[in-house]
């Protein structure tokens, strides 16, 4: 089996990418998004304005306003019935990744890229310093930054039964949100599709519930991008 790093380094020699970013998953693997250049400058450009019309619609059905993580914590509680439950070291290690991230991208080293033409030494290269960056961040001390992390956990019910959990990282301070879910289907005539729409729901209640500012809108920040998404995908379905 190739490791991570040679499968980059396939991938990025192999497609030439224009450029590479890795972005660290909070509940699973490393996502890596290659993006080629872009052939024709008039067909990027009308993507790029087909984008901004999707998101300028929903932002035209957005009433500002956003709640604190207290109001969250609070709604997760009484509204959902969610429960705290203790964040192993792994959970803590990657909603702290996220976090350094999302909301300290300042104090992190910047990210590698591979410059000039792309060849299987400078794709080594390139993964080599990733690999150095990835490590930093991870090793970066939580007791120097003032976090107040949380996990809650939920029943996932489908059709009236319970087959698994939905998970809420929230982070007080910063204001982190996160939701996720694993189930077991067993032996049950259970659809894919119903689990996802079940977990789909949950996750689209609480971002709705917790809302943007106004400042978010105007400043794109990375609770806009996330709000977008999540009613951009909604809509998708």
Not at 217 to 232: A, G, K, L, P, V
């Amino acid at each position: 089996m190739l490791r991570i790093s040679d499968r980059l380094r396939r991938r990025a020699v192999k497609k030439g990418a224009g450029s590479i970013s890795i972005i660290g998953g909070a509940d699973g693997p490393t996502s890596v998004f290659v993006a080629g250049t872009v052939k024709s400058k008039k067909k990027a450009d009308k993507k790029n304005q087909e984008q901004e019309r999707r998101v300028q619609e929903i932002i035209e059905q957005i009433v500002p306003g956003k709640r604190n993580m207290e109001e969250v914590c609070e709604y997760l509680i009484t509204e959902l019935g969610a429960q705290e439950s203790e964040l192993t070291r792994g959970r803590r290690e990657c909603m702290k990744f996220n976090i350094l991230c999302r909301y300290f991208p300042e104090i992190l080293p910047p990210m590698p890229e591979i410059k000039g033409r792309h060849t299987q030494a400078r794709a080594k290269q390139w993964a080599e310093e990733c690999r150095i960056r990835h490590e930093k961040i991870q090793d970066y001390p939580e007791e120097s930054l003032d976090l107040d992390m949380h996990l809650f956990e939920l029943p996932l019910v489908v059709k009236g039964e319970r087959i698994g959990c939905f998970y809420v990282e929230l982070e007080r301070n910063t204001g982190y949100l996160s939701c996720s879910w694993n189930y077991d289907i067993g032996d049950r005539k259970t659809e894919q599709r119903d689990i996802k729409e079940a977990g789909d729901r949950l996750m689209t209640g609480i971002m709705r519930f917790r809302g943007l500012a106004q400042e978010d809108i105007d400043n794109r920040t990375q609770d806009f991008w996330s709000y977008i998404s999540m009613e951009q995908y909604v809509k998708e379905q």
